[in-house]
């Protein structure tokens, strides 16, 4: 997987989140992850958000594709409605 983030984004996310956006990877690393489309026309491309347990915990990485290159948005703890979105998925993504 080739990973790629803004280095500001990246700043940003370490001072709101307190983890860099390379940590996103690790959500990739969960065998049970999901992936949900976070489609929202403002954007202007196709976002997802992939969410999957590090650590014991539930994390939500944001992230869009570049041809073979996955560009990583933001990467957060998950929120409730991520939470049931990966428990009602009983097999992953």
């Known amino acids: 997987m080739i990973v790629d983030f803004d280095p500001a984004k990246d ?17 990739f690393e969960d065998a049970d992850h999901i ?3 976070s489609l929202r026309p403002i954007d ?3 976002r997802y958000k992939a969410v999957g347990m590090v650590d014991g915990q539930l994390w939500t990485a944001v992230h869009v594709w570049r041809d073979e290159t996955i560009r990583m948005i933001s990467v957060r703890r998950s929120n409730a409605s991520e939470q049931r979105d990966h428990d009602r998925d009983p097999e992953g993504s």
């Open 44 to 46: 202007g491309e196709d």
């Open 35 to 37: 992936v949900l489309p």
């Open 11 to 27: 700043e940003a996310n370490r001072a709101k989140h307190g983890v860099p956006l390379a940590f996103g990877v690790r959500v």
